[in-house]
């Protein structure tokens, strides 16, 4: 089955949902969680489920992301045949232009017609999850479906999946009926932005679309074809994170600071891998104050952090203190400051005395390199 199925990963989302974070990178290559960015999990879960062909499919402020990914090599990617494709559109699109993900699939039909899989998982870059994508393959096939869509039963309170499409099963699990407008469909099931689809059935998609100027893959290509496709539904269970929002992205980074919550995500079913670097341990020096903090390595601290994740190479001086927020790499914090409920970018300086204080619905975000 591993050589049947090929990835693709679909980095052209909106990225104004982030707002700071993504003022010089794409949401794909927002860090997370000490040490990745949001692309490394799906990427590693096709990994892990055998998948060696991959394909992220970018539209802009890609530079950050290609830095990340390299040659694969931390994905056990860089391969001779298959491995690893980081796709730019091949046509530039002005603003308003855009239209949807097949538009840009379309750019590189070549890519598709020389691969010799016969399956494709199809994804955004911003789930977040530790996932076997092979039972769900198996379904696909079994089923003989087109397109299975997978979803998630929640409770209307799972931050990033507030505002999702419902959808509605029958006894096989084939879908019935999509949510067209909000509030429509009285169902649980949240429908996710990960596909499995025959590769034809995709081509197909991409075809019609060419002649119909609809670009969605999700409205134009699986809801508006509801009727003429086999499409199944698959449920996605254990952590899952849809960072759609800076209030999304701090809530399920704060989770990580429960262990069963790191443990299952970063460790179960498999590892999430992430670009490899050489650093020395973090130094505690005397009469600093750690607690219940995730702090990755290179750090040096000397001042109090609590309830925190701090990424590479944070400098915590004496007197500072941290809590409640996410410190990304290389950031400053200098002697006396206080960073409360907030996301600091990566190298940000917060000088000496300065106070920085949030709320929990709304923190405080530093855009990269600014001095506070």
Wanted: hydrophobic share 40%.
């Amino acid at each position: 089955m591993k050589n049947n199925t090929m990835g693709v990963i679909n980095v052209s989302s909106r990225d104004e949902f982030l707002k700071d974070l993504t003022l010089h990178r794409c949401m794909a290559s927002v860090p997370y969680g000490c040490r990745y960015r949001l692309v490394d999990f799906m990427l590693s879960n096709m990994v892990n489920s055998g998948i060696n062909n991959i394909a992220i499919f970018t539209l802009n402020k890609y530079r950050s992301l290609m830095d990340h990914l390299g040659s694969g090599i931390s994905w056990d990617l860089n391969r001779k045949k298959d491995g690893l494709f980081i796709l730019p559109p091949a046509s530039h699109y002005p603003s308003g232009e855009y239209k949807g993900l097949l538009q840009i699939l379309q750019d590189h039909l070549d890519y598709f017609s020389r691969s010799k899989q016969k399956y494709v998982v199809i994804s955004e870059s911003n789930m977040v999850c530790n996932l076997n994508l092979t039972p769900a393959i198996e379904f696909h096939q079994e089923k003989g479906a087109d397109i299975t869509v997978f979803y998630r039963e929640e409770n209307g309170a799972t931050p990033g999946l507030v505002h999702r499409q419902k959808l509605e099963l029958n006894q096989e699990k084939r879908v019935k009926e999509f949510e067209i407008k909000p509030g429509s469909l009285n169902s649980n099931k949240a429908l996710l932005k990960l596909f499995i689809m025959n590769k034809s059935c995709l081509l197909d998609l991409i075809d019609q679309s060419i002649q119909d100027q609809r670009c969605s893959l999700l409205w134009d290509g699986i809801i508006n074809n509801l009727h003429y496709l086999n499409i199944y539904g698959f449920p996605l269970r254990g952590f899952l994170a849809v960072v759609n929002s800076i209030d999304c992205y701090y809530q399920h980074s704060m989770d990580l600071l429960d262990p069963q919550v790191w443990q299952e995500l970063f460790f179960q079913p498999g590892r999430i891998y992430t670009k490899v670097k050489d650093e020395p341990p973090t130094r505690y020096i005397k009469k600093a104050r750690v607690t219940n903090s995730l702090l990755a390595n290179g750090c040096l601290v000397e001042g109090q952090v609590e309830n925190s994740i701090l990424f590479r190479g944070v400098k915590v001086r004496r007197g500072a203190y941290i809590k409640d927020s996410i410190i990304m790499q290389k950031s400053l914090i200098e002697e006396n400051a206080v960073v409360d409920q907030a996301v600091i970018d990566k190298d940000v300086r917060v000088t000496q005395g300065r106070q920085i204080r949030g709320e929990k619905d709304e923190p405080v975000v530093v855009a990269k390199k600014m001095v506070i």
